[in-house]
């Protein structure tokens, strides 16, 4: 039974669990092929929103580059806070997007709440199995340990009552084309069946697919690249922490441009979901204190450079501290284990005075997150002798001569993605990594 097929027919929806960046993207790229698409939050907000054509995400715009009314309009987008919308035989696809993190460690309850609903479908006799495909970062082995498990507790026989399917992302929300249809996606299955439907579904989106041997291989997938990636961009931060007075970040520029290697800098830690949650995932499977020794150091050093900076600041005397951007990345709004948030709880901790700025957060926003006042930028940067830039938004990069007269008193910048590289600020300047930086 082709799935594809089925779907394009219209007689048939895609269920969407979670309309985050993820989730609202699986929505917004499904329904642009004219495919029926329901997407399920408990934020009844976000709900009216893309019920009225406006991305809760605002910063997703430019990420998609086109508009999501007409996709409204013609009802092939919709949202919903009634989880029982999706509990029927008309959904042939259940997409699953939900957090599966709490306080930057690996947390399963949403998922686990989400299936218990999806399971519902057995008492409706569905002819059709539907295919569950989890988008959520998953930790190594918890299928087999929960999700398996889950499915044998409630009667449900995979491959028969329901298929399913484990398909990280990998997106990149900052440029337009490494999203869902252009970049590679690796996706695996319990059994042959739900291999084949799973390649059905994703191949109406996805250009480049890969097939795991099974979802153990899958899962695991996310996790492990993202782990590499961390201990990558912690040796940068051991290196420049054990060579202050040399111009690592020059350094490992060169080093990059070896064909076999990439170029990773020095700064002030890794932020978001994927990098330093994916190695947390990896270590909750590993019991052994002896085993993966490189990657719990390379936490424990992720973890101490915000502490590093931070004493940096306060041994040079400066008092008065604006800290640029919340977000972990360069123009989103995703404040969820930024690495700014233990740097700023670090300042104030070394008795500092600090305010921060980003252009994607209210006031109220940045005192309920961080517990700090914000400022008006760029005017208010003459207050401060240190800025520190944690992340390269775009509406932070204002005319240099500008610039430079609002940062008149401002003695130290530490600029952590490179924002102001090109402005010429002279001695008081450092991009992370340089010589002296820290």
């Not at 495909?133 to 409630?154: M, N, Q, R």
């Not at 995703?334 to 070394?350: D, E, G, H, Q, Y």
Request: positive net charge; contains cysteine; glycine residues 6%.
């Amino acid at each position: 039974m082709n799935y594809k097929k089925l779907l394009k027919s219209k007689k048939f929806k895609i269920a969407i669990w979670g309309t985050g960046y993820i989730g609202l993207s699986t929505m917004v790229y499904f329904s642009k092929e004219k495919i029926k698409c329901v997407g399920y939050d408990i934020d009844r907000k976000k709900v009216r929103k893309i019920n009225s054509g406006i991305l809760p995400q605002a910063d997703l715009k430019n990420w998609f580059g086109f508009d999501i009314t007409k996709l409204v309009k013609n009802n092939y987008l919709k949202a919903t806070s009634k989880y029982s919308e999706l509990i029927s035989e008309n959904f042939l696809a259940h997409f699953i997007a939900v957090p599966t993190e709490k306080n930057g460690k690996p947390y399963f309850k949403a998922l686990f709440d989400v299936l218990s609903k999806i399971s519902k479908i057995r008492g409706k006799n569905i002819k059709i199995p539907p295919i569950i495909v989890v988008e959520s970062t998953l930790a190594p082995k918890v299928s087999d340990k929960k999700i398996i498990p889950f499915f044998k507790k409630k009667k449900l026989k995979l491959g028969q009552d329901i298929l399913f399917s484990v398909a990280p992302r990998r997106d990149w929300f900052i440029e337009g084309v490494k999203n869902l249809k252009n970049l590679d996606r690796v996706y695996g299955s319990t059994d042959i069946k739900s291999a084949k439907v799973a390649k059905d579904v994703l191949s109406i989106v996805c250009k480049k697919l890969h097939m795991a041997s099974s979802y153990k291989v899958s899962e695991m997938v996310k996790s492990v690249e993202n782990a590499y990636r961390h201990m990558d961009i912690t040796l940068a931060n051991q290196l420049s922490l054990a060579f202050p007075k040399d111009n690592m970040r020059e350094v490992l520029k060169l080093v990059g441009t070896k064909w076999n290697l990439e170029t990773f800098h020095p700064g002030i830690g890794a932020g978001g979901y994927c990098i330093p949650l994916s190695s947390r995932y990896i270590l909750s499977q590993v019991r052994d204190n002896n085993k993966l020794t490189l990657l719990r150091e390379t936490i424990k050093t992720d973890d101490r450079m915000n502490l590093l900076v931070a004493r940096s600041i306060a041994k040079k005397g400066y008092k008065k501290i604006g800290v640029l951007g919340l977000s972990y990345k360069g123009d989103l709004k995703v404040s969820v284990l930024s690495k700014v948030i233990p740097l700023v709880n670090a300042l104030r901790k070394n008795r500092l005075n600090v305010k921060l700025f980003d252009p994607y957060f209210t006031s109220k926003e940045i005192k309920n997150i961080l517990g700090v006042k914000t400022f008006k930028f760029p005017n208010d940067l003459t207050k401060f002798d240190c800025v520190i830039v944690s992340v390269d938004h775009k509406k932070f990069k204002i005319p240099a001569i500008k610039l430079k007269k609002y940062l008149k008193n401002c003695k130290y910048i530490i600029d952590h993605d490179g924002a102001w590289k090109n402005y010429n600020l002279k001695n008081n300047y450092h991009i992370s990594g340089d010589s002296g930086w820290i």
